[in-house]
């Protein structure tokens, strides 16, 4: 079975790469180029899981299948299919190493991901609910240019996508690359029949500046993950993982951007440039047609929906999706900067739920070498300066259930709390390991330095211990 699977897995390839019109491999027999490839990809002709999201009382699912793929809908308790897959087209990737992002809202499916095997089309698509579907402009670099996208969030009328991609509006003889964030009008129903008809009206996109201040700003340009959105002191507020570009000096930055100041900068100033050669521009504001393109349509104004929107406020949401201001991050400098010699902060997750009381926020993490590194933050009064306190390192990777240790093993591909049980999950290529939120028993002899680990997790109980602390315990 398995030796069959493949084979019909790399034929499968031979198909999609002849569709591709590959240059044909005359001098070699199939039956060579089929074990080429069955070398090759057999690890990637599995079926990876690229799409989990809860729907109602079940699953939805994507999953690569031997670069074909698929969709379906299984119950949560049985894990039985339910109705006919679907097409997994514009839902999810080809190959499991492109990176996506799917959400629900509205009763829609929101994905961001490539449409092809060579994922030369990147696209924000909309599909399977009661609104029409839409998506992006396809191949047209002002809209995206080598999108990775990092996640998905809903916040009031919109969906808010965050990814890092190469800069369009340097002049810079090397590539760059920056983080941005994009957002599309949930209402959206695409553009008339001559401008961006079955395409977003409302796509816009900014930079997000998460940079250390000084003569000369130094930037983190890599995103690599978000938080959800968390409600802090009064405000919405999402934290991003950057860190510096792999050629550069190796840094990693936790930044907060304020919800409220990142809406805000969509509804300044779009930038252009004028011809091939000039540099960007702020667009002079008499230069924007009325209404302000890329706003929802509002119901009961006169365009209550952006099918009839006038021709010249498609074209120029079309042509100026980038804004030009960047979106601020909350205190004016990270909340941890780490700059260190050999590995990089790729994974993050936040617990805004930690201590006794559950009101002490702790950030956890991962690193390239399989680690965990552990801090609390601690507002300041005008919560919009914070200061960070590092906790601890703990190690992730665990030879004996992981196998062998190697920088690829201990790549961590994925990081998550379960807070039911203090634990963190933490995914390695070949292991999934969980390791407890606090290692209290660690200061367990002295209570000074039980206190002084200032652990929010940890406490000096009765009977003389530092032990973990339950929520509500007194
Ligand atoms: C799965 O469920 C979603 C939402 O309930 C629905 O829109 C979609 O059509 C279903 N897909 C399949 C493949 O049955
Ligand atoms: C990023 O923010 C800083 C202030 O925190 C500002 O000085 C700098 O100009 C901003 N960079 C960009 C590209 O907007
Ligand atoms: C958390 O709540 C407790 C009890 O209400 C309070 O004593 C403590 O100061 C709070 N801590 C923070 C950091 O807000």
Redesign the pocket.
């Known amino acids: 079975i398995c030796i069959l699977s493949l084979y019909f897995c790399s034929t499968y390839f031979l198909t999609v790469a002849s569709e591709l019109s590959f240059p044909p491999l005359p001098f070699f027999p199939s039956s060579v180029i089929t074990s080429f490839v069955f070398f090759f990809l057999q690890g990637e002709c599995r079926n990876f899981i690229k799409v989990l999201l809860s729907q109602h009382s079940g699953l939805f699912v994507c999953g690569t299948n031997a670069f074909n793929p698929l969709c379906a809908n299984y119950t949560r308790d049985t894990l039985e299919m339910v109705g006919e897959p679907v097409s997994g087209m514009a839902r999810c990737p080809y190959d499991p190493r492109h990176a996506n992002v799917a959400l629900f809202a509205d009763g829609s499916l929101f994905t961001g991901t490539v449409t092809d095997f060579l994922a030369i089309d990147a696209v924000i698509y909309r599909s399977l609910g009661d609104s029409p579907a839409l998506r992006t402009v396809k191949h047209d670099s002002k809209w995206f240019r080598e999108p990775y996208f990092v996640s998905a969030m809903e916040w009031g009328p919109h969906i808010y996508f965050f990814f890092r991609e190469m800069a369009m509006e340097f002049h810079h003889l090397e590539k760059v690359m920056v983080s941005r964030v994009a957002r599309v009008c949930k209402a959206d129903l695409g553009g008339s029949q001559r401008v961006l008809e079955k395409q977003w009206t409302t796509f816009l996109k900014a930079?997000l500046?998460c940079?250390v201040?000084g003569d000369s700003?130094f930037?983190f340009n890599l995103l690599h993950a978000t938080s959800n959105i968390i409600h802090m002191q009064g405000r919405d507020v999402i934290l991003g993982l950057f860190s510096t570009p792999p050629n550069s000096i190796p840094g990693s930055a936790v930044c907060v951007f304020d919800m409220q100041q990142l809406a805000h900068v969509f509804e300044g100033r779009f930038k252009e440039q004028k011809s091939p050669e000039s540099i960007w521009t702020p667009v002079p504001d008499e230069a924007v047609p009325k209404p302000r393109p890329g706003g929802c349509a509002v119901q009961g104004s006169r365009f209550s929906s952006s099918t009839t929107l006038p021709d010249e406020v498609l074209n120029f949401v079309k042509t100026h999706p980038l804004m030009d201001?960047?979106v601020?991050?909350l205190g004016?400098?990270p909340w941890v900067v780490k700059t260190m010699g050999r590995y990089q902060l790729t994974a993050m997750v936040v617990d805004t739920e930690a201590g006794p009381h559950k009101n002490r926020t702790v950030l956890f993490l991962g690193s390239t070498r399989g680690t965990i590194l552990k801090f609390l933050m601690i507002p300041n009064g005008d919560s919009a300066s914070h200061s960070s306190v590092f906790l601890e390192e703990v190690e992730g990777f665990n030879p004996e259930k992981c196998g062998e240790d190697s920088p690829q093993a201990r790549q961590l591909l994925s990081l998550s709390l379960d807070r039911s049980s203090h634990t963190l999950l933490l995914a390695f290529p070949s292991c999934l390991v969980r390791v407890p939120t606090s290692r209290c028993h660690l200061h367990s002899r002295c209570m000074k330095s039980c206190l002084a680990s200032r652990d929010p997790y940890c406490g000096w109980t009765r009977g003389s211990t530092c032990s973990f602390l339950r929520p509500g315990t007194r």
């Open positions: 930079r500046n940079s201040p700003h930037y201001e960047t601020p991050l004016h400098r």
